[in-house]
């Protein structure tokens, strides 16, 4: 006799639930089948006990999960018109706003990308939340709580409250992120502070720049979030956020506090580090160089790495260049062409088009370098024409790429760079059209910084480039301008492209220890002096003296200039002790820490102008050093015309 518990009918009733089918675990559903299975309740997941049913492969799941996502949130974008653009870069940021995360940790960066999503609580009717943990696909949640509202931080001692930093990150994608578009400007405070601290002070630090309800929060924030970027290498965040804090970092650099050293150009090569040692050299191989054996990449994964190595490499060979510093080529950091191809198709055509640009003047360096500018008899000024004006075709072809202001700023930076090798000839520097195509290409770059900046709110928000934009036109200018006016210079436009280069770096200065202050004085001093460029016969002196630092070297040798003549003034200024009538002691022993660029800049303050005020640029620090104080080379410099 068959026994009950034996019977067909109650063994076909043991059946397991789908999501432990799924899972292939133990269920207990069938002793209970009213109820939830013990698994389920425990992971607090809907159990659901289906017929027809079938596993589903994870991966194919994840990557319908995913263009499901991503069609959701192209709609959600095309109903809000006014949401900032977002580079692929941005879509990894908001990770933590589903409460996923990659199953890499240390500085593995993830391989895959996790459904992204804009705070979901903002737009709860327009896109669901998809649980990863289900393995039903029809068992979307949608959420219905209110947002988080944004938990107040703590930096060594300097807090701030929820709101502030709401308003911090809010000036942030309003005035800062076109800029830079590698972040997602609906993730929010709150989710950029779990994924990482340093990326997250990062984004509250250039934000503070402009933050005018507290104007000394900037210099409070820069030494703290210095010593955070210098220690990221050992945080346990992902490496990716890692990368996104140092490139705002070194896009907008901090003032820099006297007796500090710069550590901006060290970053720059920690950056490129930190990308290389995580693959992103390498997009379509970069799960090779992950901590365990893992799947290749999906094509949106790679497009992602292109970019943010793109802009790795952009920011490292920017800051080489204006260190006075030969940058490493794409030839040296792909290994092999094919590859620097497959990049540049990945990535958006102005990005490229950047690239390219950067790329052609570290080239150049190179070859300049190479080629040997110290003493250069005429034969090889002759030479250096040749080379140089191979490297111009060159930025010929990319000007037809050019299409739209930024591109062209771009292209004209690149043009200007080339040309200004040519100030390191003596005998053939005054050949027809050398020196009136570098006015004019400088003149060019300051119009074009114009245009760039003519729709920003507030000039203090523009990256580094934008100030070395201005500074490098405006050394070259000075330069040729100071010296006898020749018939085929365009002098008064040339003195109009000064003026509103000190004009923008005046409204660009946050700080009066910061490059645009810096510009707008020296430049102001050396354009009304009578000695600049000039030696002690009253002959003029256009031909460089400093020659070791490539492109860089006509700025620093324009400093040189102003020290010779103003730097003595200000090291006889009464500052320790004794104070003029009428003046405040503690004026000079101010950090500066103000939000006030005009007017600032214009006072002669010999707290700005010690020898700390080189090493932004990493100059000659002492009188004894590379050149001595007062006219370096005195009556040995030969005269114009005449071989050096």
């Given at each position: 006799?068959?026994?009950?518990?034996?019977s067909?009918?109650?063994?076909?009733?043991?059946?397991?639930?789908?999501?432990?089918?799924?899972?292939?675990?133990?269920?207990?559903?069938?002793?209970?089948?009213?109820?939830?299975?013990?698994?389920?309740?425990?992971?607090?997941i809907?159990?659901?006990?289906?017929?027809?049913?079938?596993?589903?492969?994870?991966?194919?799941?994840?990557?319908?999960?995913?263009?499901e996502?991503?069609?959701?949130?192209?709609?959600?974008r095309?109903?809000?018109?006014?949401?900032?653009?977002?580079?692929?870069?941005?879509?990894?940021?908001?990770?933590?706003?589903?409460?996923?995360?990659?199953?890499?940790?240390?500085?593995?960066?993830?391989?895959?990308?996790q459904?992204?999503?804009?705070?979901?609580?903002?737009?709860?009717?327009?896109?669901?939340?998809?649980?990863?943990?289900?393995?039903?696909?029809?068992t979307?949640?949608v959420?219905?709580?209110?947002?988080?509202?944004?938990?107040?931080?703590?930096?060594?001692?300097?807090?701030?409250?929820?709101?502030?930093?709401?308003?911090?990150?809010?000036?942030?994608?309003?005035?800062?992120?076109h800029?830079?578009?590698?972040?997602?400007?609906?993730?929010?405070p709150?989710?950029?502070?779990?994924?990482?601290?340093?990326?997250?002070?990062?984004?509250?630090?250039?934000?503070s720049?402009?933050?005018?309800?507290?104007?000394?929060?900037?210099?409070?924030?820069?030494?703290?979030?210095?010593?955070?970027?210098?220690?990221?290498?050992?945080?346990?965040?992902?490496?990716?956020?890692?990368?996104?804090?140092?490139?705002?970092?070194l896009?907008?650099?901090?003032?820099?506090?006297?007796?500090?050293?710069?550590?901006?150009?060290?970053?720059?090569?920690?950056?490129?580090?930190?990308?290389?040692?995580?693959?992103?050299?390498?997009?379509?191989?970069?799960?090779?160089?992950?901590?365990?054996?893992?799947a290749?990449?999906?094509?949106?994964?790679?497009?992602?790495?292109?970019e943010?190595?793109?802009r790795?490499?952009?920011?490292?060979?920017?800051?080489?260049?204006?260190?006075?510093?030969?940058?490493?080529?794409?030839?040296?950091?792909?290994?092999?062409?094919?590859?620097?191809?497959?990049?540049?198709?990945?990535?958006?055509?102005?990005?490229?088009?950047?690239?390219?640009?950067?790329?052609?003047?570290?080239?150049?360096?190179?070859?300049v370098?190479?080629?040997?500018?110290?003493?250069?008899?005429?034969?090889?000024?002759?030479?250096?024409?040749?080379?140089?004006?191979?490297?111009?075709?060159?930025?010929?072809?990319?000007?037809?790429?050019?299409?739209?202001?930024?591109?062209l700023?771009?292209?004209?930076?690149?043009?200007?760079?080339?040309?200004?090798?040519?100030?390191?000839?003596?005998?053939?520097?005054?050949?027809?059209?050398?020196l009136?195509?570098?006015?004019?290409?400088?003149c060019k770059?300051?119009?074009?910084?114009?245009?760039?900046?003519?729709?920003?709110?507030?000039?203090?928000?523009?990256?580094?480039q934008?100030?070395?934009?201005?500074?490098?036109?405006?050394?070259?200018?000075?330069?040729i301008?100071?010296?006898?006016?020749?018939?085929?210079?365009?002098?008064?436009?040339?003195?109009?492209a000064?003026?509103?280069?000190?004009?923008?770096?005046?409204?660009?200065?946050?700080?009066?220890?910061?490059?645009?202050?810096?510009?707008?004085?020296?430049?102001?001093?050396?354009?009304?002096?009578?000695?600049?460029?000039?030696r002690?016969?009253?002959?003029?002196?256009?031909?460089?003296?400093?020659r070791?630092?490539?492109?860089?070297?006509?700025?620093?040798d324009a400093?040189?200039?102003?020290r010779?003549?103003?730097?003595?003034?200000?090291?006889?200024?009464?500052?320790?002790?004794?104070?003029?009538e009428?003046?405040?002691?503690?004026?000079?022993?101010?950090?500066?820490?103000?939000?006030?660029?005009?007017?600032?800049?214009?006072?002669?303050?010999?707290?700005?102008?010690?020898?700390?005020?080189?090493?932004?640029?990493?100059?000659?620090?002492?009188?004894?050093?590379?050149?001595?104080?007062?006219?370096?080379?005195?009556?040995?410099?030969?005269?114009?015309?005449t071989?050096?």
């Amino acid at each position: 006799m068959e026994t009950q518990a034996d019977s067909p009918s109650l063994k076909r009733a043991k059946k397991a639930c789908t999501e432990c089918r799924q899972q292939k675990a133990k269920c207990d559903a069938y002793m209970s089948p009213d109820f939830q299975c013990s698994r389920c309740t425990r992971m607090k997941i809907r159990c659901v006990i289906s017929d027809p049913f079938r596993r589903e492969h994870k991966r194919q799941r994840l990557s319908k999960l995913e263009q499901e996502t991503d069609e959701l949130r192209r709609k959600l974008r095309s109903s809000h018109s006014e949401s900032l653009p977002q580079s692929p870069i941005a879509l990894l940021t908001a990770a933590a706003e589903m409460g996923v995360h990659s199953a890499s940790t240390g500085t593995d960066l993830p391989l895959t990308t996790q459904p992204h999503a804009s705070p979901i609580a903002l737009y709860p009717q327009i896109l669901p939340q998809t649980s990863l943990a289900s393995a039903d696909p029809r068992t979307d949640v949608v959420s219905q709580h209110a947002p988080s509202p944004t938990a107040p931080r703590t930096l060594k001692n300097v807090r701030l409250t929820g709101s502030e930093i709401d308003e911090l990150f809010k000036i942030f994608f309003r005035d800062y992120a076109h800029f830079l578009p590698i972040l997602d400007p609906q993730t929010t405070p709150n989710a950029y502070h779990d994924q990482s601290s340093f990326l997250f002070w990062a984004i509250v630090g250039v934000a503070s720049r402009t933050y005018n309800e507290n104007p000394t929060l900037l210099m409070a924030l820069s030494p703290n979030i210095i010593e955070m970027a210098l220690l990221s290498i050992t945080f346990t965040a992902s490496a990716w956020h890692t990368i996104q804090g140092l490139l705002l970092v070194l896009t907008w650099p901090f003032p820099k506090e006297t007796k500090k050293t710069d550590a901006m150009f060290p970053l720059s090569g920690m950056l490129l580090h930190i990308a290389m040692q995580n693959g992103l050299h390498i997009p379509l191989s970069s799960h090779e160089f992950a901590r365990r054996k893992m799947a290749a990449p999906l094509e949106a994964d790679m497009d992602r790495r292109s970019e943010l190595w793109a802009r790795c490499v952009i920011v490292y060979q920017r800051a080489c260049i204006t260190k006075g510093q030969c940058p490493r080529s794409m030839v040296d950091l792909q290994q092999d062409l094919g590859q620097q191809q497959v990049l540049f198709e990945k990535i958006t055509p102005s990005l490229a088009l950047e690239m390219r640009c950067l790329d052609l003047v570290a080239r150049c360096s190179a070859a300049v370098t190479e080629f040997g500018v110290r003493t250069m008899p005429a034969e090889q000024e002759r030479s250096l024409d040749i080379l140089l004006r191979t490297f111009e075709s060159q930025v010929t072809d990319l000007e037809a790429h050019a299409s739209s202001v930024n591109d062209l700023f771009i292209t004209t930076m690149c043009r200007l760079c080339i040309q200004m090798f040519h100030l390191f000839k003596n005998e053939t520097i005054y050949a027809p059209d050398c020196l009136a195509q570098i006015v004019t290409t400088s003149c060019k770059a300051i119009d074009n910084i114009q245009d760039l900046v003519q729709s920003v709110k507030n000039l203090a928000s523009a990256p580094m480039q934008v100030t070395y934009g201005l500074l490098l036109p405006a050394a070259a200018l000075l330069r040729i301008l100071k010296c006898p006016t020749r018939a085929e210079i365009d002098f008064p436009r040339g003195k109009k492209a000064i003026f509103s280069a000190i004009n923008m770096a005046r409204r660009m200065s946050v700080d009066v220890h910061d490059i645009a202050s810096k510009i707008a004085i020296v430049m102001t001093q050396l354009w009304n002096s009578t000695k600049a460029f000039r030696r002690t016969d009253g002959t003029e002196s256009i031909g460089l003296r400093i020659r070791s630092r490539l492109v860089l070297s006509p700025i620093i040798d324009a400093i040189w200039w102003w020290r010779d003549e103003f730097e003595p003034q200000f090291y006889s200024h009464p500052a320790h002790g004794i104070v003029a009538e009428g003046a405040d002691p503690q004026r000079d022993q101010m950090s500066g820490a103000s939000n006030a660029p005009c007017g600032v800049v214009d006072r002669q303050d010999p707290v700005l102008f010690d020898e700390e005020f080189l090493a932004d640029f990493e100059w000659a620090l002492s009188n004894d050093g590379l050149l001595q104080p007062a006219e370096p080379f005195g009556s040995t410099w030969p005269a114009a015309g005449t071989t050096a």
